[in-house]
Structure formats: structure tokens, C-alpha cells
């Protein structure tokens, strides 16, 4: 069982910025894909980004140029910076990992993922 301990979260004005970080347990975190996800109020669960083993990146259209994914593998943490914020930006967001396997996804769907964190708040008002 992978434990994933997300923070960063709070309440931002349209057009600040927050950094989101997601600490994992694990000896292997080195191997692991890594997403982020979100969800608002009322609606689906969504993707926002992810992150391969070999550092590969990508984003959903929405969040494209406003936010960057990364990890630190010394610290067993992936990062999502969010700049540029707007109120359709508020909802809970989630960290997920994949552990390695032979099979090939697109890292787009929560169905990719193994585990997931417990969620962080992000708010943005107007």
C-alpha cells in the first residue's frame, strides 16, 4: 500500500498562484507515474496532469500553460504549481500514482491509477 499525504491547499484570489505537494511512502517512488486530478462540486472527477517516470509531462488543455507538474525523486514528492488562477480553477484536488506495470494507458483517467490521496481544497475567488 502506497500512503500519499497531499498540502498546499487554501483560498487564493483570482489570478494568484498556490503550489500543491504530495508526499508518498515508498522505496520505489522513482518508478511511479504520478497525476493530478480534481474535482468541483457537482461534477465529475477530472484530470489535470501528469507525470511519467522519466519526467515526461502533460496537461489537460485547461490547465496548459498555467500550471507545471514535477517530482523530486530525493524527496519522494510530486508538485503541482498553479499560477494564474481563476475561480473554475476551485474544487478538490487529488494526487494519484501508478504503480509500474507492463501495460499501456494514456494516464488520463483515474481508472490509471492505484492509489490516492486523501484531497486538498483549493478555493478562488473573484
Known amino acids: 500500500q502506497v500512503q500519499l499525504v497531499e498540502s498546499g491547499g487554501g483560498l487564493v484570489q483570482a489570478g494568484g498562484s498556490l503550489r500543491l505537494s504530495c508526499a508518498a511512502s515508498?522505496?520505489?517512488?522513482?518508478?511511479?507515474?504520478m497525476g493530478w486530478f480534481r474535482q468541483a462540486p457537482g461534477k465529475q472527477r477530472e484530470y489535470v496532469a501528469s507525470?511519467?517516470?522519466?519526467?515526461?509531462?502533460y496537461y489537460a488543455d485547461s490547465v496548459k500553460g498555467r500550471f507545471t507538474i514535477s517530482r523530486d525523486n530525493a524527496k519522494n514528492t510530486v508538485y503541482l504549481q498553479m499560477n494564474s488562477l481563476k475561480p473554475e480553477d476551485t474544487a478538490v484536488y487529488y494526487c494519484?500514482?501508478?504503480?509500474?506495470?507492463?501495460?499501456?494507458?494514456?494516464?488520463?483517467?483515474?481508472?490509471?491509477?492505484?492509489?490516492w490521496g486523501q484531497g486538498t481544497q483549493v478555493t478562488v475567488s473573484s
Open positions: 494519484a500514482v501508478r504503480i509500474p506495470r507492463r501495460t499501456l494507458v494514456t494516464g488520463r483517467s483515474e481508472r490509471d491509477y492505484d492509489y
Open positions: 507525470i511519467t517516470s522519466g519526467g515526461s509531462t
Open positions: 515508498g522505496r520505489t517512488f522513482s518508478s511511479y507515474a
